[in-house]
């Protein structure tokens, strides 16, 4: 299959995404909210895509306690190895999650957000979660934060929500149909009863459904995530998506559901697989008619720390936290400096943007003819919007598409494999067989540098490695190699295959 | 009468939020039920709390040392479908 079917269509029919000559993914997602929705997600990094290039996030695990199984979940969570949401080192008190916080954002001042995501659901465990909001917005106003749960016990918990000062919150809504609903939850606990099947499935779709409406009505921003499960929910999604937008979620991200055996949940054991990158890019793309969609999702563990696709958790152990000093005033004072610093960068990259889309003949349409086929490159970055990892640091690649309209993200490819655990750790593939696995369908790789032995491999992939745009902005660089590709011919050939890296 | 929890525990404090007769306590390596507190949730509610909310089979057992829920009744995986996995994952 060719790559230049992905979305390209709806592209340039409905002039979404990609209509101007200087297109930034992230800008024209969030380009049509209203200012005060802009301002509010703007150094949010799992709301904004921009603001996850420079903004830190973290989880406290104080949420242990669950209300619903899902297929998906095993709630053996406590691996240290393992990167998927639901798993934890450690499950913190409140006390010592507000410890933790404080000492994060001091060392680590791009930190912004501090999230309850688990490993249960926060709101099956509101003393635990309220208590840490509550000690949180008094020793630490500078942190947003936010929550995400699975809506069981939502209605009940709005009013207590919008007392803390917390203007995001996230629902996993992955049907609004019991049917499926019973495919994917075996059963709730309501009204302390435990509840199966369809039965069971209506009543948390109708107390989603119920507390998104509630959330909207009280101004609070409501993203919905949805794991997308090939053969059950897959083409089910778009309903779900018209549906939570049309009651005023402002932004819809679905993610690849990750079934591995040696996760020990149902569908791993029963062999329900995942989407493949290009599955679930073309779900993404059909309800991006409907809705925002987010793409830059890393669906970390419930006690993840650092910037999105980075996990720091390991430097903030209890043991380490308890030797830190922290001074949470002198702290604040330094992180004011820093926000300042990063919003003024983001500011003059906005106001670039608007210059170049004021010129009315867009430089790269100049250069590069309409009917050019789109190509996929992977870039290596540890933050800051700019090429700046060596090609072996990456533990991820971010994907981004090159089109003559202009350069969209299109999402990120993990290298390494999820733990397996136990007797098994340690066959992994090397780390270069890894990363040449995850850039199927890419045709270059743009990262700050590379080593001989991996150069010649890339080549042999059919995968251009590129070193030579290293420290510059990300999207000028992936333009500017694509040009470069027109240049020499290499879009006259099809693209390459892209085959499941999720498999 | 009372139900206890054993070691496949994983420590969620579901149990713990939802017990009638605050019988069930934070111990190590996990949490724990008060045999003298345990009512089984007679005279509150028709099924015990606990196993009522608990993700993880087998681990409360009730009066005569039964799991409350059996391999395979709350994940809806068949236990010899998990026995095969184990098996070929140690295989690997």
């Known amino acids: ?503 | 009468m009372a139900l206890s929890i054993v070691d496949s525990c994983v420590n969620c404090y579901a149990c713990y939020d939802v017990c009638p007769s605050e019988a069930i306590y934070q111990s190590s390596p996990h949490f724990k039920i008060n045999a003298r507190k345990c009512t089984e949730c007679e005279g509150d509610y028709a099924q015990p709390q606990c196993a009522s909310i608990c993700p993880i089979e087998e681990a409360i057992l009730d009066a005569s040392g039964a799991a409350v829920n059996p391999p395979g009744s709350l994940t809806g995986i068949p236990p010899e479908k998990m026995a095969a996995a184990i098996r070929e994952i140690q295989a690997r």
């Open chain 1, 1 to 503: 299959m060719q790559l230049n079917v992905i979305g390209q269509e709806n592209a340039a029919a409905d002039g979404s995404s990609c209509a101007s000559g200087s297109c930034g993914s992230s800008n024209d997602q969030m380009s049509h909210l209203p200012q005060d929705i802009q301002d509010k997600v703007k150094n949010h990094p799992c709301y904004s895509e921009e603001a996850h290039h420079y903004f830190a996030r973290m989880h406290v695990a104080v949420a242990p306690a669950c209300n619903i199984q899902c297929h998906y979940c095993n709630r053996k969570y406590d691996c240290s190895n393992e990167s998927r949401p639901g798993v934890v080192s450690e499950v913190l008190t409140p006390e010592e999650a507000v410890m933790k916080t404080k000492a994060v954002a001091a060392n680590i001042p791009q930190m912004t957000v501090l999230g309850i995501a688990g490993p249960g659901d926060p709101l099956a465990n509101p003393q635990r979660t309220f208590e840490t909001f509550r000690m949180l917005s008094e020793q630490a106003p500078d942190i947003k934060l936010c929550v995400s749960t699975n809506g069981l016990a939502l209605p009940d918990a709005v009013e207590e929500l919008s007392k803390h000062n917390i203007d995001h919150v996230t629902i996993t809504i992955n049907c609004v149909d019991p049917a499926v609903g019973a495919k994917i939850y075996p059963w709730i606990y309501w009204n302390n009863k435990r509840i199966y099947g369809e039965k069971a499935a209506k009543i948390l779709i109708r107390q989603q459904q119920k507390g998104l409406e509630m959330l909207v009505a009280k101004g609070i921003l409501v993203k919905v995530n949805s794991v997308m499960i090939p053969g059950v929910n897959d083409d089910h999604l778009k309903e779900v998506s018209r549906i939570v937008k049309q009651k005023g979620a402002f932004l819809h991200n679905v993610m690849p559901l990750i079934a591995e055996a040696e996760h020990g949940t149902f569908y791993g054991i029963m062999g329900q697989r995942g989407p493949s990158p290009e599955e679930l890019q073309d779900l993404q793309d059909e309800c991006a008619g409907d809705m925002n969609m987010m793409r830059h999702c890393r669906q970390c563990r419930a006690d993840a720390v650092g910037l999105l696709g980075e996990d720091r958790g390991e430097e903030f152990t209890l043991d380490k936290i308890a030797a830190m000093d922290i001074d949470y005033n002198e702290a604040m004072k330094k992180r004011a400096v820093i926000h300042a610093g990063i919003m003024e960068e983001l500011d003059e990259k906005e106001a670039k943007r608007k210059r170049l889309a004021a010129v009315s003949v867009p430089a790269v349409e100049a250069t590069v003819p309409a009917a050019t086929r789109p190509a996929l490159m992977a870039v290596a970055t540890s933050g800051g919007g700019l090429i700046n990892q060596h090609f072996g640091h990456a533990t991820e690649f971010l994907i981004y598409e090159a089109a003559p309209k202009g350069v969209r993200f299109i999402g990120h490819r993990k290298v390494d494999q999820y733990c397996i655990g136990g007797d098994t750790c340690g066959e992994k593939e090397s780390a270069l067989d890894g990363s040449i696995r995850a850039l199927k369908g890419c045709e270059a790789v743009l990262c700050s540098k590379i080593g001989y032995e991996p150069w010649s491999l890339l080549e042999e992939a059919g995968i251009v490695p590129n070193g030579e745009h290293a420290m510059e902005p990300i999207e000028e660089a992936v333009m500017a190699v694509y040009r470069e590709m027109v240049s020499n011919g290499t879009l006259e050939s099809p693209a390459p295959q892209m085959e499941s890296a999720s498999a």
